[in-house]
């Protein structure tokens, strides 16, 4: 019974993660119309990073605390740090140059990659659902592709490459979480993985900022503010929390939400539309995932190897 209980309060959480992770891609969508969006993603990480840290450190709200080694300083640097880093510059650009919808959908494939990320192709059941998951996730994404394709859009398909390579950045960021988590709490990662990164990107937010100049008014701020508390403190640790006790693709089943919490928000915030390819898509990405996350060989009691 305890781990069932467990279980539940760690979906639920998971649940909440999705609706709030919905909320902030829309506020970063409306953020980098007209900030510059690694100058956006460097501070909202540095500053979540720093907050969340400090309640780990000074409070009990949250569990315990426990000093870094320096070999484990090192590998959330490298693996943490600079993993989420390359997820928030593909991330913010892609959120500038297209549709959020679409940005939400390719996170929702990232499951896929993380599957793909566990094992190797064998000859057996387990490991051509995985492949033909990835398949069905491939042609989902060349759905979404293929308008672009079509009227030969530069920047919308410099956009829909910065999706996919969000999406398979956000799925590495989770491998490497999965990995630091066999030593460092969940919470100290999420906190140590967001400040690294923005220290990483400051310098060309900064750049960034000399070269377009910035915004400067209260609106923005204010978004902002609610995206760092909302899109990165409380999600992400509750995120890393339960990527301590489940395994990445199970925690990453969830992101199939994104898609449609973010959808929901930008209909209603930004007017976007609701398009026949983003259904289709859709369509295509979330069979994949329920094709790789479903034991069909144990249900239809086939064997093993083939």
Known sequence: MPKQTNNAAIAGSLLL??????????????????????????????VAGFFLLAVLRFTNWLGGFAPLTRQSCWQLWFRGGLSLAVYIVAFAWALRLTAASHVALYLGASPVWALLW?????????????????LLAVAGVLVLFWPVLKMGRQ???????CG??????????NHQSRFLSAKIPGLEIAANAMWMSGVWLLPFGLLEIAAHGIAADTRHFFV???????????????????????????????????????????????????????????ALIIAGVFLGQADWAKIFKMPESF
């Open 164 to 173: 996919l390579a969000a999406s398979i950045s956000w799925a590495n960021y």
């Open 155 to 161: 920047t919308n398909l410099i956009g829909e490459l």
């Open 17 to 46: 993660v999705v609706i709030l992770w919905g909320g902030n891609n829309v506020g970063t969508k409306w953020l980098v119309a007209t900030w510059p969006p690694i100058w956006t993603g460097a501070t909202r990480f540095l």
């Open 118 to 134: 566990e094992e190797r192709p064998k000859r057996n059941w387990a490991s051509a659902r995985r492949y033909g998951a990835a």
């Open 224 to 282: 902002q503010t609610l995206c760092i508390l909302f899109g990165g403190v409380v999600p992400y640790a509750l995120w890393n929390s339960a990527l301590r006790h489940w395994q990445t693709s199970r925690v990453m089943l969830f992101n199939n939400f994104i898609p449609l919490t973010t959808t929901a928000w930008a209909y209603f915030i930004l007017g976007e539309p609701v398009t026949s390819t983003f259904c289709a898509a859709m």
